[in-house]
C-alpha cells in the first residue's frame, strides 16, 4: 500500500472493488447460484473485505502504526543522525585542550546535578 492515499488512490479502490463485486457475483453465478443468491453471496464477499480493511485500520490506530507516526519516527531518527555527526564534527574540530576543558564543563554540570 502507498505511502499516502490520494483521491486518486481512493476511487481506484472504489473501482476495484466495483469490479471485484461484478467478478463476484459472475463466479457465484457461474458455480450454481442464482441471480439474486449471487448477488447476496457476492455483497457478503465484500462486506467481508471492508470491515477486514476496517478492522486492518483500527488496528493500525490502536498500535500507533499510522503512516504519520511513522514518518515522524523516521524523520526524528534523521534529524538526530544529522545533528550528531554535526556535534562529533564540531568536537573533532576543537583543540585538545578546548575538548578537555568541555568534557570538564559537562561532568561537573552532571556532577552538580545529581
Excluded: C, H
Amino acid at each position: 500500500m502507498p505511502d499516502s492515499i490520494t483521491r486518486g488512490n481512493v476511487l481506484l479502490v472504489g473501482a476495484g472493488l466495483l469490479f471485484l463485486g461484478a467478478i463476484g457475483y459472475e463466479g457465484f453465478r457461474l458455480i450454481g447460484f442464482e441471480g439474486p443468491s449471487a448477488g447476496i453471496a457476492s455483497e457478503a464477499v465484500l462486506i467481508f473485505i471492508v470491515i477486514a480493511w476496517t478492522s486492518s485500520y483500527l488496528l493500525r490506530v490502536v498500535t500507533g502504526k499510522m503512516t504519520f507516526n511513522e514518518q515522524r519516527k523516521r524523520y526524528q531518527m534523521a534529524y538526530e543522525e544529522i545533528k550528531t555527526k554535526e556535534l562529533q564534527d564540531s568536537f573533532d574540530a576543537m583543540s585538545e585542550e578546548e575538548q578537555v576543558r568541555l568534557i570538564n564543563q559537562i561532568e561537573n554540570r552532571n556532577d552538580s546535578s545529581t
